[in-house]
């Protein structure tokens, strides 16, 4: 089964829903494209909603890799939610906890988008 991909605003963040496996192939190129989409589309804040992936290989991981460096060299910021326990595992394993900021739910990622923005307008009237 491929990964589909969902995708929807809230608070001026794009939620990218990823629903399947995330391997090497096709399944892996949707998720790079619709990151690649968001961003050409002018999107700075993006959630990656990882609660019904179902599988992730290391090309997966790569694409999320390649996802927030391509974010980060743009501007842009990516977050991860709802990691299943496995896959917070992986992720721990690799480190890659270390690079990603991930939340226990979507609402608790945008909001996150949403307190950095409000601490940023504080430091700047300072």
Known sequence: ???KVTIHEADGVSVVGLNGRIV??????VL??????LMAAGKKKIVLNMSNVTYIDSAGLGILVAAYV????????????????????VLQITRLLTIFEVYDTPAAAIDSFLESNASTAVAGKQ
Do not use: D, N
């Open 1 to 3: 089964m491929s990964v």
């Open 24 to 29: 090497l192939g096709e399944e892996s190129g």
């Open 32 to 37: 790079r494209e619709a990151v690649k989409g």
């Open 70 to 89: 391509s974010a980060k060299t743009q501007g842009a910021l990516i977050r991860l939610c709802a990691l299943g326990h496995k896959f917070r595992e």
